[in-house]
């Protein structure tokens, strides 16, 4: 099995560029399968969930054919319905092809997704939205059965401003007859992003970003190219990154404007960046004030980068609370953090972050995709070398991690 193995305490320099959106790329790949024609997507980052996808697609009929950062999709011709359980149980993400499967087949069946390592994480919104785009929702020996005699536009409102739920009812609606209106939809970078595609294609889709996104339905979607936006939550990794174990770093291909929530707070702490060009150059030396963290729904602090957070606050100087709202179970790293000397205590849904001097190294395991960047910046700043089993979850959304950390000076290594 493969661990990284980190030796902490250098100071990074140089430049690292950040990869195109995981969390962009995989629904706007599930939205090429409302085209029939061919799509040209850039800057789509090589990790193991896009590879994922590319297979759920291509088990659809789709081609796909990635060259460098280039991925170019044909969805010609949509000759299955039904997304295979094994490629669907490896990837929850997997469920977006719900809806562009259902706006341009009239019926999917891909298998219920379950929990995962963070919560039992239910997909009642996205069925609730499909339903009253007017399609019948079956439960049929684990898989879902979805299927519809044509959709119709609707307004729908949603509970929760769920990301994924938005998701697959933009791509249902985007070729529905008529109008939707989603209300209390998700606003993060991703849908913006989603939109934009759409848009690019031929669909009409306007609001995305705020809290109404208003949707014509549109018959045939046409040939295109998009560069996805980069990844503001692998950005915000590497800041941490930076921040906790010192060095000059200029962080590049990022939107600031998708970070603003992360930068107020490691403002706070006391970290100094500043824009430079399309990149945020970082210096520090790694000791910082605790600040409390709330994780909310964009723009408010995502929850995506509370594991970091936490593992780089483990040594600034008071104490820190971290309260966790979207995810039921996101501690996970808790118990490994503290396994390397970090001194917090989890209450219900919150975690008291008591900051400690210095980190110890400890041989860990990652849980989940967070938890792996966490337990590589809590390595990066300890004394001595840490082992990370469990980097499969690391490889599903940070590109290359060990090489761009090595070349900016990090002592990190790939172990088989
Ligand atoms: C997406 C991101 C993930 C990020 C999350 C929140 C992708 C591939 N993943 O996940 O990295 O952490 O947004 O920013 O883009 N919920 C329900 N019912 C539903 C849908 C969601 O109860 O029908 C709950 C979930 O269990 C969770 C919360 O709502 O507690 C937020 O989930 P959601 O916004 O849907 O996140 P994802 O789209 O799964």
Partial sequence: ??????????????????????NAVLPIIAASLLCAEPIQLDDAPDLLDVNVMNQVISALGA???????????????????????????????????????????????????GGCAIGSRPINWHLKGLEALGAEVK?????????????RGARIYLDYPS????????????????????????????????????????????GAGTSIIHIEGVREFHSTSHTVIP???????????????????????????????????MEEAGVRMIEEGDGIRISGDGVYNAVDIKTQVHPG???????????????????????????????MHVDELKRMGADIKIEGRSA???????????????TDLRAGAALILAALTAEGTTAIRGIHHIDRGYEKVEEKLSRIGADIVRED
Wanted: charged residues 20%; contains cysteine.
């Fill in 301 to 331: 602090f995502p929850t995506d980068l509370q594991a970091p957070f936490m593992a780089f606050l483990t040594r600034a100087n008071g104490t820190g609370l971290f309260t966790e709202t979207v995810f039921e179970n996101r501690f």
């Fill in 139 to 151: 439960m049929d020996h684990g898989f879902l059965d979805v299927s519809s005699k044509g959709l």
């Fill in 231 to 265: 990844d503001r939550i692998e950005a915000g990794s590497y800041l941490l990154i930076v921040a906790a174990t010192g060095g000059d770093v200029l962080v590049q291909n990022v939107i600031a404007d998708h970070l603003k929530p992360l930068i107020a707070k």
């Fill in 163 to 206: 990301v994924g739920a938005t998701e697959n009812i933009m791509m249902a609606a985007a070729m529905a007859h008529g109008t939707t209106l989603i209300e209390n939809a998700a606003q993060e970078p991703e849908i913006v992003d989603l939109a934009t595609f759409l848009n690019e294609m031929g669909g009409k889709v306007r």
């Fill in 352 to 366: 008291i972050v008591q900051g400690i001097q210095r980190l110890n190294a400890a041989p860990v395991t990652a």
């Fill in 63 to 113: 081609t796909v054919e990635r060259n460098g950062s280039t991925l170019k999709i044909h969805a010609h011709e949509i000759d299955c319905i039904e997304a295979p359980y094994d490629l669907v149980s490896q990837m929850r993400a997997s469920i977006v092809t719900m809806g562009p499967l259902l706006a341009r087949k009239g019926h999917v069946r891909i298998s219920h997704p």
């Fill in 1 to 22: 099995m493969s661990k990284f193995s980190i030796t902490g305490g250098k100071s990074l320099e140089g430049t690292i560029t950040v990869s195109g959106a995981k």
